[in-house]
């Protein structure tokens, strides 16, 4: 039986990093006690820390309370998980694993609210970092705070800064900057617009309302890292006979990560991520980031995912070394996404090729089918804006992506079973979608429609994409786009 991780079993190295943490003031208070955030943002603060560049600590508390294990976990662990990156770096297999100790402070507010009120009065609390997925940010009207925990991340939030502008106040020194990580863009606003309703529903005062405005900065931040989390039973209990003691919280990402924070660069004097070498942009808008992620890496998954499937094969890394698919998809993207975007083609191209070896990771099992749901809404902002570009420039379709679009259609050529929608692969595999029930239903409709009258094949795509429900717009009447779809289906349909 293998020691579970502890202080006791750090090397002199790691147990004085793991000391000095302990010491050190909390300067960062982080919501969200997940795989993530501990795969990203706490190894970021590591690097910093071994380095030398930042002299704070964290404490970490969990947003919902069905977070408690894991917090607990970690209070047990003396704060301590195993990092394990392991991927591609330039084509060479890599695996590293590394004691990750930022953790001055693991607590649950459910249970221990008083931390929490203490933290917000604390004089050295300087950032809050979060995540707490899209739905975690959403506002949601909540009864005015009585002395217990608050259930929602931005009421916690708003009732956290209203402690500390009473405990100071309202001193300019003493606001502090907001870091979500939620996937959602322009998440720093959206936090900052929930606090101010709660603020108006709770009845607080004007000047609360300007101190948070003026003196505290809810940055929007793009987040990018396969953060795999645990790697299974087998794997966890392998590497604890390698390494001498067993990790309950073990974590696993891939090498590649990026975080860009929309903020001055001075911004890296507090938070020294740039001065460690680690691939963090302080920029004055996240624009481009944001769509060069949505047009390549996104807009690569939803391309290959309908291909897959239709193909029945189950996960991303199989996909791109295909001997057909695999350079279909890269072709796609450097030939007909790329040029339509207005960046540097050289620098999106690069960023695309670091896109292909994350996906041919061998040590992440992305499933084609998880990545299908909701494909309707992924392909209308990932996909059809780079089809747009053609069609309003008057230049000829791209036909790779065409035939991605043929197969998003082909996929959805679903039948109703009982609550399900079910379609059948070119080999007649059965497979469901999972999509909006509404949107499916039309489609379904329409393809039944066309089995009971005999509808020839490019009327019935013509029809659909008229449907402005499924697209936004109407795009039958797109050069050629009905036509060339109901080739590329019909062909599949004799082979």
Not at 78 to 83: A, H, S, V
Not at 150 to 158: D, L, N, Q, R, W
Not at 195 to 206: E, F, K, P, S, Y
């Amino acid at each position: 039986m293998r020691p579970t991780l502890n202080v006791e079993l750090l090397d002199q190295a790691d147990r004085e990093r793991w000391e000095a943490a302990k010491r050190d003031p909390v300067t960062v208070l982080q919501i969200g006690e997940g795989n993530f955030l501990r795969g990203f943002a706490d190894w970021m603060i590591h690097e910093c820390r071994k380095q030398g560049l930042f002299a704070g600590s964290v404490a970490v508390t969990q947003p919902r309370l069905s977070g408690r294990p894991k917090i607990e976990a970690l209070a047990a662990q003396d704060g301590l998980y195993t990092l394990v990156t392991r991927g591609l770096v330039e084509g060479v297999a890599t695996e590293r694993a590394e004691i990750v100790g930022v953790f001055a402070q693991a607590f649950d507010p459910y249970a221990d609210w008083a931390a929490f009120e203490t933290l917000a009065a604390s004089p050295s609390l300087r950032f809050v970092l979060s995540n707490t997925t899209e739905a975690g940010l959403a506002y949601r009207e909540e009864p005015v705070p009585s002395g217990g925990p608050i259930p929602s991340f931005p009421g916690k939030i708003a009732y956290l800064l209203h402690l500390r502008y009473r405990a100071f106040g309202g001193a300019a020194d003493k606001g502090i900057v907001l870091l979500p990580c939620e996937l959602l863009e322009r998440n720093g606003d959206a936090l900052r617009d929930a606090v101010l309703r709660h603020a108006a529903d709770w009845g607080l005062d004007d000047g609360f309302r300007t101190w948070v405005l003026r003196h505290n900065r809810f940055l929007n931040s793009l987040v990018d890292r396969i953060v795999t989390g645990h790697p299974g039973e087998a794997q966890a209990e392998a590497w604890s006979d390698e390494w001498g003691y067993a990790d309950g919280l073990v974590d696993t990402a891939e090498p590649y990560h990026l975080w860009a924070i929309e903020a001055e660069p001075e911004m890296d004097r507090e938070l020294p991520f740039v001065q460690a070498g680690l691939n963090v942009h302080w920029v004055d808008d996240l624009t481009p980031f944001q769509q060069r992620k949505v047009r390549i890496l996104n807009g690569a998954h939803t391309l290959m995912t309908p291909l897959g499937l239709l193909y029945d094969i189950a996960h991303v890394g199989e996909l791109i070394a295909h001997p057909e698919l695999g350079p279909f998809v890269r072709d796609a993207v450097r030939e007909e996404i790329v040029p339509a975007l207005p960046y540097a083609a050289d620098e999106m191209n690069a960023y695309a090729a670091s896109v292909f070896e994350r996906f041919a990771n061998p040590y992440i099992r992305h499933r084609l089918a998880d990545i299908a749901m909701n494909s309707l809404s992924k392909f209308k902002t990932r996909l059809l804006p780079t089809l747009a570009h053609y069609a309003s420039s008057g230049a000829a379709l791209p036909d790779r992506l065409v035939r991605g679009f043929a197969a998003l259609l082909r996929l959805y050529r679903v039948e109703r079973d009982g609550d399900a929608f079910i379609g059948t692969s070119l080999t007649g595999t059965r497979y469901a979608i999972r999509d909006d029930e509404r949107l499916l239903g039309r489609i379904a409709d329409r393809w039944q429609a066309a089995g009971d009258t005999g509808e020839p094949l490019h009327a019935t795509v013509r029809r659909l994409l008229a449907d402005e429900a499924l697209w936004g717009e109407d795009l039958s009447a797109w050069p050629a786009l009905a036509d060339r779809i109901a080739e590329h289906l019909a062909e599949w349909e004799e082979a």
